[in-house]
Structures are given as structure tokens and as C-alpha cells.
């Protein structure tokens, strides 16, 4: 029995690194060899050399780093000074200026790209009233208009790095430094500013990372008006059909992962460099003091910003959903409600609905239960192999999306020698995608709602006689299935509403709510496309709302229990920068 034991509890490990390698190496390995794979089935870098002998595809490099890069520094610079607004500053409304800052987030980066094309069209209104004061009508469908919208979606991603690291930022240093003699100007600038730069780089990266996979941006604005990118080049390529497609596409795919996977790298170095704070609790205590004229001028100058960036555009988008035609003046003779009976009604539009949902459950259920396994396993049972899976699931989430479509495309129609499952072509392609794809963001959120749990409490469970079922019923599922349902609502939203992945795995009868509306906006059909849209993005925003209820309109967050000890004392300190005002 104990030899029994022994072997089982060998073979668990085996059976895990077997698992690994079958859903996240291989798939990559096999996007490899098929980069490699000549038209006459010999290997070689024949399909580099002739992409890089190709001005198409030095056109395609040459515009995905110019967007990336430019698209990063607005939504660094957006991002990092609203995120020093709310962190730091005495302006009201902060709970609205963060839903608002997290729209990008929450909505589907297609259709923030819908919303602008249709604010921005050309018969729109914007562009009638710039056009009558004598200026030229503002092009979306140009670089321009990607790298704006590209900059705006990823906002958030700067947004969210840079506010928790400001808080977690002591203020004994700024007291120090306001003591050797600096201003609170260049205390905020040589300390604070200094202490957040990493965070700022971090998210700075990430920011670049989300805008060179980003696939749905450059579909909508740039496919139309022939400006390739590497995510629809490789789609180009992935659907031509021609004898060579394959392998073309796939070499692109490794030169995307080398810019990708360079990044992540980057994106960790940084993150490593302020890891020295993650264990140190936020500050939500105001920082910075304005006058009541330039709070109010902050206060409502950011809630503009916002308002311009995120609900003009899709208001925009709302009233054209209404429109009998595309184009059409917003009047009483032009509305219809035929475009919304027209999705509620479709078949196709219906099916496609029932999908994505289907999709977005059974990811959503299978990544809560293996991510929290795996995160258990890591954190208690100290498990060498889950922490090996946690890393091989990294790795499909760090590649692009475009990339880990095709790499499912080659692996999956034969897994293993002779073995083929058949699920290409129907919908559990895309579930083993999905999942593959999201699992990390699940292990990830699992870990941190485990390590509110105090080991103790299940020590004393196992010291009282009960089994490890009884630790799970009566203490840990009680104390964290909050967080992880909070946690996992951010795997549901991108798998309902998922275009990059099933915009190449998709077929004719599981074709999902992203790619419907794709092919709308595609086909002509833009009033539909917004139709659609508005009701996803109700749905979505309205689901985020019930989730962070708690927190989303709060004014002001306050910190019970933490009392700086100049807060009281020392005013001059705080009020007078002269170095008489600074001596303690």
C-alpha cells in the first residue's frame, strides 16, 4: 500500500509537466516547425527570408513599432497624471474619475473603435461643424486615428500600474526630504516621481505589449485603408488560402512573439525593481493640497477629458445605432428601432450571442477551478510542478493573440502522432484556446485571494480531526470565493466578447459576438455593428457595476487606523517651503 502511495504520488507531478507541454509548449513548438516548413516540405529559413525581402512586410514592422511606440506614451502620459490626480490630490469625484479611466478596460477595445469611427465620420457631426469653420475634416481610417485610439484603450493599463505604487509610497520620505530643505514640488518630483518610475516603465511596457497585440484597432481602421500591421498581416496571411499561407503567416507570428516575449522581459525587470513596496499598504490620504480654483479646475478639466475620450464617442456611437442608414442626419424621419430588432431576432446574431456566453461559462468555470488548484498546490503544498504550469500558462498569455490562434490551428489538428481529437472546426477549439489563453489571469488571482487566508486557520481545522474537505467547505471557500468571483469576472468579459482568437478559429456555426460585429463593420453594415455594440457594452458595464459596487462611486477612500505622525502636528512644515518653515 505504501509502495502504492509512493508511485501515485510520483506520478502526479509527471502527469502535470505531461499537461503543461501538451496544452502550452507544444502548441508553440509546433508554430516553430511550421515557420520553418518550406513549400516543399523541407525546413529552412526560406519564408524569413522572403517576408524580409517583402516591403509589405517591412511596411508592417515599420508601422506596429511606430503605433506601439506612440500609442504607449499617450496612454503613459494620460495615465500616469490622472493616476497622480486620484493617488495624491484633494480633487473630489474620484471614484467617477476611475470608472471612467477603466472604460477601456471594461469595453472591448472594437468597440471604443466603433464609437470614434462614428464620432469621427465623415458626415458626422464633429467633422460637419470643423469642416463649417473653414478646417479639414478629421480622418479616422489613418495612423493617426490607430495610434489615438490604441493610446486611449490603454490608459487603464498605465493608470492601474502607476496610482497603487503612489500610494504605496511612504510618506516619511517626502517629510525627509521637506526637512533637508526641498519644496513639496521637489519632494513630489525627486521623490515620489523617482519611487514611481518603475511602475510607470512597468505599466509603460504593458502598455506597448497591449498595443502590438492589440488585433481588433488596426482591423477596423486600417485594414480598409490598406495600413498593415503585424497582428492583420499575419490574419492576411493565416487566411489566403494560397499554398504557402501557413508557414508565411506563421514566420510572422515568430517575429511578433520575439517583440512580444522581448517585452515581457523588459515589463519584468521593471516590475522587480519596485517589488521592494508590494508588501507595504496603500496610502489614500491627500497628499497635495490645491486651492479650491485649481482643484475644481483639475477636478473638472480630468472629468472633461474623460468624458470627451470615453462617452461623447460612444453617445456618438448610440444615436448612429438608431439611424435607418450610415450617414443619415440625427432626425426623428431617419430613427428606427428595426437595427435592434434586427439583432434580437437574427438567427446568426442570436447563435453567435449563445456562443460567446457558452464560451465565456465554461472558460470562466474550468479556469476558477484549475487556477485555484494550482494556486493552492503552489502556496500550500509548495508544488514545484504548479509552479512550472503557472509559468508555462505565462507564457501563452504573454504571445500575442493572432499567434496563439495559429499555433492552436497547428497542434490541435494532430496533438499527438496519429491521435486526432477533431475538435478543429467546432466550438471546443476555441474553449481549449480561451482556456489556454486566460488560465494565468485566474492562478494569478487565486494566489493573492489565498494569501489573505492564514495557514493557521487550516492548521487548527487539521488539528480539531477534520479532512481536507472540511478545510475547504468551512474555511477557505468562505473566505475567498469573493475575491475570486471578483477576480474571475475579468476572465468572463474577454471571453464573451473575444475577437483576436476566434477570428481565426472560428467557423461557420460557432462564430462569436466579436467577430459578428466585425463582419458587420466589415461588410457595410455599421448601423448593426453599433446596434450590437451598444446592447454588448450595456451588458458588460452594467455586470461591472454590480461587481464593484462597493467601491465604484465612493468620493473618497480612507485608510481606519493609520495616523501619520506629522498629520496633526507641524503645519509650517507641511505649509511653509522656506528652509526657517522646515526645521523640525
Known amino acids: 500500500m505504501e509502495k502504492t502511495r509512493k508511485i501515485g504520488a510520483a506520478a502526479i507531478p509527471v502527469a502535470v509537466y505531461l499537461l503543461a507541454a501538451l496544452f502550452f509548449i507544444l502548441p508553440l513548438l509546433r508554430l516553430f516547425i511550421m515557420s520553418l516548413t518550406l513549400e516543399d516540405g523541407t525546413y529552412g529559413l526560406g519564408n524569413f527570408i522572403q517576408l524580409l525581402s517583402e516591403e509589405r512586410t517591412h511596411e508592417a514592422i515599420i508601422n506596429t513599432i511606430i503605433i506601439a511606440v506612440s500609442s504607449t506614451a499617450i496612454a503613459a502620459v494620460i495615465g500616469s497624471f490622472i493616476a497622480f490626480l486620484t493617488a495624491y490630490s484633494n480633487i473630489k469625484r474620484k471614484g467617477i474619475i476611475e ?36 478646417l479639414p475634416a478629421v480622418d479616422i481610417y489613418t495612423m493617426g486615428g490607430i495610434i489615438l485610439v490604441l493610446g486611449f484603450c490603454n490608459i487603464p493599463i498605465v493608470y492601474v500600474n502607476v496610482v497603487h505604487m503612489l500610494r504605496k509610497i511612504p510618506r516619511d520620505m517626502e517629510w525627509a526630504a521637506r526637512a533637508c530643505g526641498y519644496s513639496q514640488r521637489q519632494a513630489m518630483l525627486k521623490i ?25 484597432v488596426p482591423a477596423f481602421l486600417g485594414i480598409s485603408s490598406g495600413i498593415p500591421v503585424l497582428s492583420t498581416y499575419i490574419y492576411e496571411n493565416a487566411i489566403g488560402f494560397g499554398p504557402n499561407s501557413f508557414p508565411l503567416a506563421a514566420a510572422l507570428s515568430m517575429i ?39 482643484r475644481k479646475a483639475f477636478e473638472w478639466g480630468t472629468l472633461g477629458l474623460l468624458m470627451i475620450l470615453n ?30 430588432a434586427f439583432v434580437f431576432q437574427n438567427r446568426g446574431v442570436v447563435s453567435a450571442i449563445t456562443t460567446s456566453v457558452t464560451l465565456a461559462l465554461v472558460t470562466t468555470v474550468v479556469c476558477i477551478i484549475a487556477g485555484t ?61 480561451y482556456i489556454t489563453r486566460y488560465l494565468v489571469m485566474q492562478i494569478k488571482g487565486s494566489t493573492t485571494a489565498l494569501l489573505t487566508v492564514d495557514p493557521a486557520m487550516e492548521e487548527a481545522c487539521a488539528a480539531s480531526g477534520r479532512g481536507f474537505a472540511a478545510r475547504w467547505t468551512k474555511i477557505l471557500l468562505p473566505l475567498i470565493t469573493g475575491p475570486i468571483l471578483s477576480g474571475a469576472f475579468m476572465i468572463f468579459v474577454p471571453s464573451l466578447t473575444e475577437l483576436t482568437l476566434s477570428s481565426i478559429l472560428a467557423s461557420a456555426g460557432t462564430k462569436t459576438i466579436g467577430l459578428t460585429i466585425f463582419n458587420y463593420q466589415q461588410g457595410g453594415d455599421y448601423n448593426l455593428a453599433a446596434a450590437m455594440s451598444v446592447i454588448i457594452t450595456i451588458l458588460v ?44
Not at 311 to 331: H, T, W
Not at 381 to 401: F, M, N, Q
Not at 554 to 576: F, I, Q, W
Open 541 to 584: 458595464v452594467g455586470g461591472y457595476c454590480i461587481v464593484n459596487r462597493k467601491h465604484l462611486f465612493s468620493v473618497n477612500k480612507e485608510v481606519k487606523g493609520y495616523e501619520p505622525a506629522y498629520k496633526k502636528g507641524d503645519k509650517k512644515l507641511r505649509e511653509d517651503p522656506s528652509p526657517e518653515g522646515n526645521q523640525p
Open 373 to 433: 488548484a494550482i494556486a493552492y498546490a503552489k502556496l500550500r503544498l509548495k508544488s514545484r510542478a504548479a509552479v512550472i504550469l503557472e509559468k508555462c500558462a505565462s507564457l501563452t498569455y504573454a504571445i500575442p493573440g493572432i499567434v496563439l490562434a495559429l499555433a492552436m490551428i497547428f497542434h490541435w489538428v494532430e496533438p499527438l502522432p496519429g491521435f486526432r481529437p477533431g475538435i478543429y472546426g467546432t466550438i471546443n477549439i476555441l474553449i481549449v484556446a
Open 192 to 216: 515620489n516621481l523617482r519611487s514611481a518610475a518603475p511602475a510607470i516603465a512597468a505599466g509603460s511596457v504593458l502598455a506597448f505589449l497591449s498595443a502590438i497585440d492589440n488585433f481588433s
Open 256 to 294: 511578433l512573439s520575439v517583440i512580444a516575449v522581448a517585452g515581457t522581459l523588459l515589463e519584468g525587470f521593471f516590475v522587480s525593481r519596485g517589488a521592494s513596496m508590494d508588501s507595504i499598504r496603500e496610502d489614500y490620504d491627500v497628499r497635495v493640497e490645491f486651492k479650491e480654483s485649481k
Open 99 to 134: 470608472f471612467l479611466v477603466m472604460l477601456p478596460f471594461i469595453i472591448p477595445s472594437y468597440i471604443i473603435t466603433l464609437s470614434w469611427s462614428s464620432f469621427l465620420s465623415t458626415r458626422g457631426a464633429f467633422n460637419g461643424i470643423i469642416t463649417a469653420i473653414g
Open 311 to 340: 462617452i461623447i464617442p460612444m453617445l456618438s456611437m448610440l444615436a448612429s445605432s438608431f439611424l435607418k442608414a450610415y450617414g443619415l442626419d440625427f432626425k426623428p424621419e431617419n430613427l428606427t428601432f428595426k437595427n435592434f
